[in-house]
């Protein structure tokens, strides 16, 4: 249930903002409500944003209590009617949660875990997709069972298909895409759908397989080489995730345009590094550890004490997994 919890926490991070970044017109009901407002860890919610929604609540199959903005939640009802006629069955697990949730979770964790586990953890009140209402974790119901957990509903690959296939049609796209987490800031996440409010433009993006920062020209895809090389230390899939890792972290540099990611080689592994790399964390207990260069583009503007207009080449990126699994960026740069 802790991990559980600390994804549906992660899950909180995307942010939220009124788009004034790219041609193409946002689409807004009576309410205020701009159903084509931008969600990712570079902008805030709306100040007003709470205050204009309206929203629907209901019980999901397992006693959960679900909040939902009114026409995302109308939309939900006819795909997952639409569903059913394929013997898909479906239900939310989340949808909305306040600012003021945001900030509850941030305290207690906070408390229990110490404010630099907290900041790695939780996502900073405000600046959460599912504070719109309008992002909607959907979980699975096989032969009659929940499917609740990621873990699980990540097997059924093919039902996540067919259900993508479906969303346009009812003004929904796939948010987190595979491959794209250098701009979404989020691995790939089949069950979280958002609602745009409009089936052509949400055709346009599925067909394409762009991200909703791309359609709204608020971020480039430079479709970063990643060589993950040879290892007898590590697992492709386990590196292949250390690279998830370092794109998630990279999505907020804003404006850096990601150009590739390089696994260094088993070479580092020495343990005059290892030793190193757990004096930088008082927690670390790291027994082994892996090395990334990375090489991106700065924009004309900068971005924090990177120079602008800038090509950076072989930054270093050094990471390790704690004892749940998870990778850690330990440390970056020079």
């Not at 795909?79 to 949730?101: F, G, M, Q, T």
């Not at 250390?242 to 404006?255: E, H, L, M, N, P």
Request: hydrophobic letters at 35%; glycine letters at 6%; one cysteine or more.
């Amino acid at each position: 249930m802790f991990k559980k919890l600390i994804v549906l926490v992660l899950a909180l991070a995307m942010t939220v903002t009124l788009c004034a970044c790219g041609g193409k017109e946002n689409k807004k009901e009576a309410t205020g409500i701009n159903y084509k407002v931008l969600v990712n860890k570079l902008h805030k919610l709306p100040a007003n944003w709470e205050k204009e929604l309206k929203t629907t609540t209901f019980t999901n199959t397992v006693g959960d209590k679900v909040e939902v903005e009114n026409k995302a939640y109308k939309a939900y009802l006819k795909l997952k009617e639409e569903l059913k006629k394929d013997k898909i069955y479906v239900d939310l697990d989340s949808a909305r949660r306040s600012v003021a949730d945001q900030k509850r979770i941030m305290k207690d964790f906070t408390k229990q875990y110490g404010a630099d586990y907290a900041k790695k953890t939780v996502a900073e009140p405000g600046y959460s997709e599912h504070h719109t209402g309008l992002a909607l974790d959907l979980y699975l119901i096989i032969d009659g069972k929940d499917i609740t957990e990621n873990e699980d509903m990540v097997k059924y690959t093919g039902t996540w298909a067919q259900i993508h296939n479906k969303l346009a049609k009812y003004g929904f796209i796939l948010r987190y895409l595979r491959d794209k987490e250098q701009i979404t800031g989020y691995g790939y996440e089949p069950w979280h759908i958002r609602y745009i409010d409009d089936p052509k433009a949400a055709k346009e993006i599925m067909k394409k397989g762009e991200t909703f920062e791309n359609y709204l020209g608020a971020a480039k895809d430079t479709n970063p080489k990643i060589d993950l090389g040879k290892s007898k230390l590590w697992k492709k899939d386990e590196l292949k995730e250390a690279t998830v890792t370092i794109k998630c972290q990279f999505a907020s540099w804003d404006g850096c345009e990601l150009e590739s990611i390089t696994y260094v080689g088993d070479k580092c592994n020495t343990p005059k590094n290892i030793k190193w790399l757990n004096s930088l964390n008082k927690n670390g207990k790291y027994k082994k550890i892996a090395e990334f260069k990375m090489n991106f583009k700065t924009p004309k503007k900068g971005w924090g004490t990177l120079e602008p207009n800038k090509n950076y080449k072989d930054y270093e990126w050094w990471l390790a997994q704690n004892k749940e699994g998870d990778w850690e960026v330990v440390t970056m740069g020079y």
